[in-house]
């Protein structure tokens, strides 16, 4: 029984021993990134400084002054983008939470250095911030931090939020009045032919849509629908949004159409690229939904039927070269248009992923300079990146079949090319 009891408190020891170990060393991993998410806050807010400071020289005269900052910075977060192959809206933001950190936060800033904290207790701290204004901040810093070191970052989020609210002295209706302009819907794509669609808008609208799909889910259950809670809550807004179908009609009709129904009401104007054997009905290779990507062919077939206006791309299913982009325009500019749009799907500045048809049609050697209006000489561009393009330190060469090399301002090199087919 002793010898017994004498491994058991051995084990127990080494046992713990062991996860002091990994809690100590996770630990000081997470303090090393506080540091290092630190010295990316300087940097990001140095760069800043210096974008800003330099607008005047790098940037034509012909912009008014607040646009030549804004491109400046701009500039400067793209080639910074580009360098890590990030989003240019994701260093955007983080230059402005690092301004603000640097800037309007630096005890904050320390206790980031010195690991008390994380980056994420910091960026919480500084989206309240934002909303606190000048004469509320040292006194909102002063209790927001010391929350921050012994708290985890949902409660830090909670009481940030209420703190920042018992000492804001604007009323709550002023800044609902203000936020309000802020409302937008926002698509983002998933997996496997599904789709995000998220709606910001007043709290007491969001609330009556939750509760009218509630009510015309119950409707449709207690009617001896089988489908689960969930699904005819998603069904009766896209319903609603599609057809019209509203909770009073579902009153009287309680039950809630099918997808398949609703698609039916669909008439965008589509861009689907269709494997040839698919099209022909003996394979079923996915399509391919522009803006969006692989839908199954069925998806693909009820959506054109109602389209009023729909190219339809054949590619070779072997190879994916293009067969066909359709002829429903004679001109050569539109065909042309079309083709380049199709080849490049996007926006071709590295990282971006605006729509290729909400795009401009850059010629890579201006047609001043001898440049010709081919399919060898034109990129989809957005208008943000046209306009980079001509700005001082940005160089573009157009290669064969459609390659881009692009040169940013710190001299580094950076090439994209069209996607292939995906089918």
């Known amino acids: 029984m002793t010898e017994t009891t004498t491994f058991a408190v051995r084990a127990g020891d080494e046992y713990a021993a062991q996860l002091a170990e990994f809690s100590d060393e996770y630990a000081e991993i997470g303090r090393l990134r506080a540091v290092l998410d630190a010295r990316e806050a300087r940097l990001l807010a140095k760069s800043a400084a210096y974008a800003d400071a330099l607008a005047d020289t790098v940037v034509p005269a012909v912009y008014p002054p607040a646009e030549r900052r804004a491109l400046s910075r701009r500039s400067t977060c793209a080639m910074l983008a580009m360098a890590t192959r990030s989003s240019e809206r994701t260093v955007l933001h983080a ?102 669609v998220h709606l910001f808008t007043t709290a007491p609208i969001a609330q009556g849509i939750v509760e ?57 104007t589509v861009q689907i690229t269709v494997p040839a054997l698919s099209m022909a009905g003996v394979s079923d290779a996915p399509a391919t939904l522009d803006g969006y990507g692989p839908i199954d062919p ?37 065909d042309l248009q079309r083709a380049v749009r199709l080849r490049d799907g996007t926006c071709r500045a590295p990282g971006c992923g605006r729509r290729a048809r909400a795009c401009d049609l850059d010629h890579s050697v201006a047609w001043q300079d001898g440049g010709t209006t081919d399919v060898g000489n034109l990129a989809c561009l957005c208008r943000h990146h046209h306009r980079m393009k001509h700005l001082p330190g940005w160089n573009l060469d157009h290669q064969p079949d459609g390659v881009l090399d692009w040169t940013t301002p710190d001299g580094k090199h950076h090439r994209t090319a069209p996607d292939p087919a995906p089918f």
Request: contains cysteine.
């Open 212 to 268: 009218r799909l509630e009510s015309a889910a119950s409707e449709s259950r207690r009617a001896g629908d089988q489908r689960t809670c969930g699904q005819l809550q998603a069904d009766a807004l896209a319903a609603l949004a599609l057809t019209g179908v509203t909770p009073d009609d579902v009153a009287s009709n309680p039950a809630l159409p099918h997808p398949i129904e609703v698609q039916e009401h669909i008439k965008p």
């Open 95 to 196: 230059t402005d939470d690092a301004e603000r950190l640097v800037n309007e936060a630096p005890a904050v800033l320390a206790a980031l250095e010195a690991g008390t904290i994380s980056g994420r207790h910091a960026r919480t701290i500084t989206d309240q911030l934002r909303e606190v204004p000048t004469v509320g901040r040292v006194s909102f810093l002063a209790e927001v931090l010391p929350i921050a070191e012994r708290s985890t970052v949902a409660r830090l989020k909670q009481r940030a939020k209420d703190l920042r609210e018992r000492l804001h002295p604007e009323s709550i209706t002023a800044r609902a009045v203000r936020s309000e302009a802020d409302r937008r819907v926002e698509f983002e794509p998933a997996s496997d032919g599904m789709a995000w």
């Open 298 to 334: 069925e998806a693909a077939a009820r959506i054109a039927v109602n389209a009023p206006s729909f190219t339809r791309i054949l590619v070779q299913p072997e190879t994916g070269a293009v067969l066909s982009v359709g002829r429903n325009q004679y001109r050569v500019p539109a």
